[in-house]
């Protein structure tokens, strides 16, 4: 299999980026997204890093895979906790270790001492990206996650 190469995510990789958050709703949660509230939303992130960064994997040109990261500031250890969010793989690429790259690439930077760790959330029922995270060393740890969005 070709390279993986991972990238930041650019503003001329907002449509499929909105393509791949719909998917990925749908897919995980029956959801479906709004495009005249997700494609500003992802627009807004790709313009304005405080909000949020994308990382794209590619393998030969192609968008395999993405991932956004938020910060968290953790005042028990003075830095910055990376928080993963919208995941997608491309169903042409699962299982050839996009996901695999893209954490790989957060870890080196947590590795470098610019951030504290990595946390995610995952949809309960979500039990096979569940079992991805696992092998890649990450645990369920000791925390609940909760919630209250406003309707």
Request: hydrophobic share 40%; aromatic share 14%; net charge negative.
């Amino acid at each position: 299999m070709s390279k993986i190469l991972i990238r930041k995510g650019l503003l001329s990789d907002l449509d499929t980026l909105v393509g791949f958050m719909i998917s990925m709703a749908k897919e995980t949660e029956n959801l479906d997204l709004e495009d005249t509230i997700l494609r500003p939303g992802i627009k807004a992130a790709l313009q304005d890093e405080q909000k949020g960064i994308y990382y794209i994997a590619e393998i030969d040109g192609q968008i395999a895979g993405s991932l956004m990261t938020t910060f968290e500031w953790s005042d028990w250890r003075n830095k910055w906790v990376l928080w993963v969010q919208s995941v997608y793989t491309h169903p042409d690429f699962r299982g050839k270790g996009v996901y695999k790259a893209l954490y790989e690439n957060l870890m080196q930077k947590v590795d470098k001492g610019e951030y504290a760790g990595i946390r995610l959330y995952v949809d309960k029922t979500n039990v096979s990206a569940q079992k991805v995270y696992e092998r890649l060393g990450m645990d369920g740890s000791h925390y609940y996650f909760y919630e209250w969005m406003k309707s």
